[in-house]
């Protein structure tokens, strides 16, 4: 059972999001727990407040420390689950955090807003995660997105037919194209050598084809792969 707990200003867009798909029915299944808080109900402000205009000036407010660390030390075995703060200037996050993400039972993923957190937060969290170069307005999607590609990885959660073995980045390639039916669509045809049923010229032909894939797409992935080969 892998726990998750998400802090945020907007609980409706992660719950909605974790009842669906891959993520709803690891929780049917007992495999996955999410919960969601919403560090607001933390502020000790009478208005529930929780940014405040930056010290030194500048535009837009800052998410204050308080409220998201007494969220935090609310949250049941915070003590042991390992915290990730999302956030542009955060380390760029690839399937290999994904997997190394899959040691933890517990993470808890705290999603900023606004112009982002008190750079105190820093004491009360394990690593910072961007999900890209580019800026949300909150980090909902990016808890998401964390929080899907390691779920998945987790044993039992997918299913024989969603295997992770052949996917994009295993061993730094890209995946190889698929088809199914029809054999013909508007005059594009299907390549020939995956209907003869010859599993070694198949398997020989999609290798092929990642290795073209990623050389023309992510040259920068074959280089990595090229170093671990060595
Ligand atoms: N002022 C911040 C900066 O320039 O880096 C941007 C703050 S952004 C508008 C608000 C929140 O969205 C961030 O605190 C973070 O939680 C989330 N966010 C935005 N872009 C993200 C990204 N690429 N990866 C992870 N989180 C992101």
Known sequence: MVIVDVLTLFPK??????QESILGRAQV??????????????????????????????????????PIVRALRSIEGHQHAHKILLTPSGTP????????????????????HYE?????????I???ISI?????????????????????????VLN???STEEESF????????HYTKPMVFEGHEVPEVLRTGHHENIRLWRLDQQLKRTRERRPDLLVKREKKQR
Do not use: W
Request: charged residues 25%; hydrophobic residues 35%.
């Open 13 to 18: 867009m992660i719950e909605a999001f974790v």
């Open 29 to 66: 299944e007992g495999k996955l727990h999410v919960r969601v808080h919403n560090f607001r109900d933390f502020s000790l402000d009478k208005h529930h407040k929780v940014d405040d205009t930056p010290y030194g000036g500048g535009a837009g407010m800052v998410l204050q420390v308080e």
């Open 93 to 112: 996050y690839h399937q290999g955090h994904a997997k190394r993400l899959t040691q933890y039972p517990h993470l808890i993923l705290i999603c900023g």
């Open 116 to 124: 982002g957190f008190d750079e105190r937060i820093v004491h009360y």
């Open 126 to 128: 394990d690593e910072e």
């Open 132 to 156: 890209g170069d580019y800026v949300l307005t909150g980090g909902e999607a990016a808890a998401l997105v964390v929080m899907e590609s390691v779920v998945r990885l987790h044993t039992g």
């Open 160 to 162: 024989n037919a969603e």
């Open 170 to 177: 295993e061993d730094d390639l890209l995946e190889y194209p």
